[in-house]
């Protein structure tokens, strides 16, 4: 285990506090949440999200180690997010699936988990926060951070799969806190107590995390959505947030006690169906739109290196490009890496090409689609409240197609759902690794996250944001770290993947493969 009796018992003593927090001492229910939470998310916040000033606009550091990893990584393997592009897809086709290599899930609902994970709400009303605070511009610099984040997927999901954990019921536990504790012990001696440092971090920011971003901002937006078409404050839901997360709860609930083949499974149905909803809906929009297409390009271009009225200017721009880029399809954070852990494979590498595809989905697509749906209907404003993220998408659907404010909560309701599938997992398995593999550690931490789905949909925004965006990029900081050091390693998968690859000594086994 990673850490000693005293250890487990401290770190369990700060989780268990949110459950001893005095959330019972008002009358009105949703009050009393956020009041308890609210200090420590704020005190969280604030250490995160330390930032300097650039131009005049506070850029948080945490966002700079993001950014300056993945261009690192793509020049350090010579532009892997483009070169792999198409063997990626041949994998998550099934071409290479072998049945009989350790594992849990294939491929492709490797990449389906991972995909629910991301994709989700951050590409709604994320998006819409980034092109009012910044303008159309700050779509271009989103794509290009969304590019470069393939690169940083690529080397976090090798590292998972190298370095995982396979016991003999097949069953596997990877992710950044093996790789940061076996890997930096396999490259010397000197980094082995960094190492079960870093993981050790990690694996508490992960718990944190799932809590966080995994759940609670997923259940808060998607029931403030709910509430918002079913009459806004005349709802009959309105107020009603606990009885919401409480159904939510049960739900995911029933698919999570399963484990990471139930996950899996809905997931590689899930994720496809409501990829395929939102990006319908979007295109369908912008079709509508078709002769605003060439303007909304020009504005972004323009936007990008011209950015007249926005706070900061180009370098505002940029940074709310980047920010949403970052915090959308999570690259570098390591979170993936837990679920690409999990994935049959006798090649680490082959799983590194599969997440390529979950920033250019995440973000390159999916925010992108988002963007020009604002842009092109006119009902981006730069006065938008970051809170009102969702409503202003829906907003803009609206505009053109007045019944699309339901198809969207259709989406926000899936993305939200199958988010916390996701994060579900990524804790269960940094919670195990803090505090041992059991059926009673298990449960302990499902049914902690099914509360706090219900804490999260009570709560207003402000806190849910803070806590989230802070426990969730807390991951980054001994994640990236630790990687520094396993590059090599990394290089040299890749090198003899792509002789073996390149000479046909790879077998293929055909589209048959179930993809599950």
Not at 288 to 297: M, V, Y
Not at 318 to 333: D, H, P, T, W, Y
Not at 374 to 387: A, E, F, Q
Not at 439 to 453: E, G, N, P
Request: charged letters at 10%.
């Amino acid at each position: 285990m990673a850490l000693n009796s005293a250890g487990r018992k401290a770190v369990l003593a700060v989780f268990l506090s949110f459950f001893a927090s005095p959330v019972m001492a008002r009358d009105d229910i949703d009050s009393r949440i956020n009041e308890a939470v609210q200090p420590f998310a704020d005190t969280i916040s604030g250490l995160v999200f330390a930032s300097f000033p650039v131009a005049g606009v506070q850029i948080p550091f945490v966002l700079v180690w993001l950014v300056f990893a993945a261009t690192l990584f793509t020049f350090y393997f010579r532009f892997i997010n483009f070169r792999a592009f198409r063997h990626g897809f041949q994998l998550v086709r099934g071409d290479y699936n072998d049945p009989t290599a350790a594992g849990e899930v294939t491929h492709f609902q490797a990449l389906t988990t991972a995909l629910s994970g991301t994709v989700g709400l951050g590409n709604i009303a994320g998006v819409a926060v980034a092109v009012s605070l910044g303008g159309p511009g700050a779509t271009f610099w989103m794509i290009l951070a969304g590019l470069l984040g393939m690169s940083s997927k690529f080397v976090e999901c090798t590292l998972g799969v190298k370095y995982r954990n396979e016991y003999t019921d097949g069953t596997v536990s990877g992710g950044p806190m093996y790789y940061l504790s076996k890997g930096l012990a396999e490259r010397s001696d000197k980094l082995k107590t960094l190492g079960r440092v870093l993981a050790v971090l990690f694996a508490i920011f992960c718990v944190g995390g799932s809590v966080g971003g995994g759940n609670m901002f997923q259940a808060n937006q998607s029931f403030m959505q709910l509430v918002a078409v079913t009459g806004g404050e005349a709802s009959w839901l309105a107020g009603k947030g606990w009885l919401y997360g409480i159904i939510v709860a049960v739900l995911v609930g029933l698919v999570v006690l399963g484990g990471i083949q139930s996950i899996a499974r809905v997931t590689s149905k899930v994720v496809p169906f409501m990829a395929v909803i939102y990006v319908t809906a979007g295109l369908a929009i912008i079709l509508i739109n078709f002769s605003e297409i060439p303007a909304a390009f020009a504005a972004i271009f323009h936007g990008a290196f011209s950015a007249e009225g926005i706070a900061g200017g180009v370098v505002g721009v940029l940074f709310q490009g980047f920010k949403r880029a970052a915090f959308s399809n999570e690259a570098g954070v390591g979170s993936a890496a837990i679920a690409h852990s999990a994935v049959k494979t006798s090649r680490p590498v082959t799983e590194g090409f599969v997440a390529l595809y979950e920033p250019f989905v995440d973000t390159v697509v999916v925010c992108t689609i988002t963007a020009l749906v604002i842009i092109i209907t006119g009902t981006w404003n730069p006065s938008v409240d970051p809170g009102q993220g969702v409503a202003l998408t829906s907003a803009a659907f609206e505009s053109a197609i007045p019944w699309f404010p339901w198809v969207l909560t259709l989406a926000v309701l899936l993305f939200a759902f199958s988010t916390m599938l996701s994060w579900s997992y990524y804790g269960l398995k940094a919670w195990t690794y803090l505090f041992g593999e059991s059926l009673i550690t298990d449960l302990v931490f499902k049914f902690m996250f099914l509360f706090f789905i219900v804490v999260g949909s009570s709560m207003q925004l402000g806190s849910v944001i803070d806590f989230s965006d802070a426990m969730i990029f807390a991951m980054a900081f001994p994640n990236i770290l630790g990687i520094y050091f396993l590059l090599p390693v990394v290089k040299k998968e890749l090198d003899e993947y792509w002789s073996d690859y390149r000479h046909g000594r790879l077998k293929r086994f055909g589209k048959a493969v179930n993809r599950g």
